[in-house]
């Protein structure tokens, strides 16, 4: 797959991040309309010259000249925004350092748990910080370290 296959083929919108195909590849491709579909992940998705690609890692491409290096991570968070400016090239584990808070946490805070002597302790990446008096210490500590660990400032907020 090359960036002018896809040119020649669709037109992307880089602000919107919509893929509208200009030209029919088999019976069924309508044209004038947008492409793909949500795959059960939640990415959108689209079918070309019999392979099937999610969108963001065409996106790139297009935009680019050549597919990501690394792993696509949407900025945002939202699956299906393929806005190229929602759209970062990154390693496996940049990707993790951009991820929602998890379903389980009950403390409202990643890496942050109480234990049973009233005191709160911290991790990052499975490393421990620092056990602390309060919440707020075992919070701040947390922070200072995902700044220094280079984590997104998304991370650990939304779904």
């Not at 669709?10 to 004038?32: H, P």
């Not at 690609?53 to 290096?69: I, Q, T, V």
């Not at 939202?78 to 970062?88: H, S, Y």
């Not at 990052?124 to 922070?143: D, L």
Request: aromatic share 8%; glycine share 10%; proline share 2%.
């Amino acid at each position: 797959m090359t960036q002018e296959d896809l040119k020649e083929y669709f037109n992307y919108d880089s602000n919107t991040g919509i893929f509208i195909r200009i030209k029919k590849t088999g019976r069924s491709a309508k044209i004038n309309v947008r492409s793909g579909s949500l795959d059960n992940e939640g990415y959108r998705q689209m079918r070309f010259k019999g392979g099937v690609y999610r969108e963001h890692r065409l996106a790139w491409l297009y935009h680019y000249g050549k597919m990501p290096d690394g792993q696509i991570d949407h900025i945002n968070r939202i699956k299906d925004d393929n806005r190229i400016c929602n759209l970062r090239d990154v390693t496996n584990s940049e990707n993790q350092r951009n991820s929602p808070m998890n379903k389980a946490n009950t403390t409202g805070h990643l890496g942050v748990y109480p234990r049973a002597n009233g005191r709160w302790c911290a991790q990052i990446s499975g490393k421990h910080i620092g056990t602390f008096g309060s919440k707020e210490e075992a919070i701040t500590a947390r922070k200072l370290a995902e700044k220094s660990n280079n984590y997104h400032e998304n991370h650990g907020k939304g779904k």
